[in-house]
């Protein structure tokens, strides 16, 4: 069965650091979109991304973030000087088209910002 | 703003048993879905109902959905071990917005 692929699964980074976290969707999907868990909390909406442009995103969503999909086939998200409060479990989801709603998520990447 | 909240928390029953969770909301939804979650894992898509039905099943599952009330059950019969996850619902509010929001799950152990 297709997945959704993230790497690395873990990220340690110094506050104020840069980090990239990449995402390979489903191939066919046409939908991405970027959540975050803080650890022992609800899984928080930050953007989604649809015909290479921001369609949504939350108050969490600040000009520290920023997404891209450089290819046909990677979805990044950046943040641009980390913050200790960015420390979570953040997850890449995909979808298609088709009149079918659920996401399909990857198994996460674990980012300690020290 | 528009959230689930899952309803008990936790819980723990015995493998055979049957597990039902809740999940309430404030606002109009488009459909509402529940997904599953590992220790540690990604989340996995369960079943999805639509505002306008009122129960689906699929396998041991059953979601049910009360408009009026503004809640939703999943059950979960006949629980096995390997059912021991965290259950989130999800909201689709539709009206052009594709982001499905979260409540903070139930974590059910189902001890063998």
């Known amino acids: 069965e297709p997945e959704v692929t993230q790497t690395p699964s873990h990220q340690v980074t110094q506050m104020g650091q840069e980090v990239i976290l990449r995402c390979v969707p489903i191939s066919n999907h046409l939908y991405f979109y970027w959540y975050r868990q803080i650890l022992g909390q609800k899984v928080e909406f930050l953007v989604s991304f649809y015909n290479n442009e921001i369609s949504e995103k939350s108050e969490i969503f600040d000009d520290q973030f920023s997404v891209e999909r450089p290819d046909g086939s990677n979805f990044t998200l950046k943040i641009r000087s980390t913050k200790l409060e960015d420390s979570a479990m953040y997850f890449c989801?995909?979808?298609?088209?088709?009149?079918?709603?659920?996401?399909?998520f990857g198994s996460g990447t674990q980012l300690s910002v020290l | 703003s528009q959230q689930g909240e899952e309803d008990p928390q936790a819980l723990s029953i015995q493998e055979g048993e049957n597990a039902t969770m809740n999940c309430s909301y404030k606002?109009?939804?488009?459909?509402l879905q529940w997904y599953r979650q590992n220790s540690g894992r990604g989340l996995v898509h369960l079943i999805l109902i639509r505002s306008n039905e009122r129960e689906k099943h699929s396998g041991r599952l059953r979601v049910t959905l009360d408009t009026s009330k503004k809640s939703s059950s999943l059950l979960i019969t006949a629980s096995r071990a390997a059912d021991t996850a965290s259950y989130f619902c999800?909201?689709?509010?539709?009206?052009?917005?594709?982001?499905?929001?979260f409540g903070k799950g139930t974590k059910l152990s189902v001890i063998p």
């Open positions: 606002t109009s939804i488009n459909n």
């Open positions: 989801a995909s979808r298609d088209r088709t009149g079918t709603e659920k996401l399909f």
């Open positions: 999800a909201l689709a509010s539709g009206a052009g917005s594709y982001q499905l929001t």
